[in-house]
């Protein structure tokens, strides 16, 4: 593990040897500066893209939840107009029922049942 710590030192002393030869050039200065600059907008324009695809993946999840809760409701409408539509075919049937009693009742005289013997 020693080497590996000495080996990365040696890395480290070199780059900063690297940079020290850039800043005795002023257009390699402006150059770095300019890299550093283009480095950090990148890190910034990949960090508001990875928020707006979190953004897209959450309204996605949102709408399929959406698109889940319409169908359920439109399930639960349809089976309740299934029942309202039976409930009303009933309704009539027995509005039907009553009518015809009623008719029936109607169309009899009012006379005691008498049996007589003639």
Not at 56 to 79: Q, V
């Amino acid at each position: 593990m020693d080497k590996e710590v000495d080996r990365m030192n040696v890395k480290n002393k070199k780059a900063k040897q690297d940079d020290s030869e850039i800043d005795d050039y002023p257009n390699c200065k402006k150059k770095k500066l300019a890299i550093e600059k283009m480095t950090e907008e990148l890190i910034k324009m990949r960090r508001m893209l990875e928020v707006e695809r979190k953004a897209r993946h959450k309204a996605s999840l949102n709408s399929t939840d959406a698109k889940e809760k319409c169908l359920d409701m439109g399930t639960t409408l349809f089976k309740i107009a299934q029942v309202l539509h039976e409930a009303n075919e009933h309704l009539r049937s027995i509005e039907a029922y009553i009518e015809a009693a009623i008719n029936l009742s109607s169309n009899e005289p009012n006379m005691p049942n008498i049996i007589r013997i003639d």
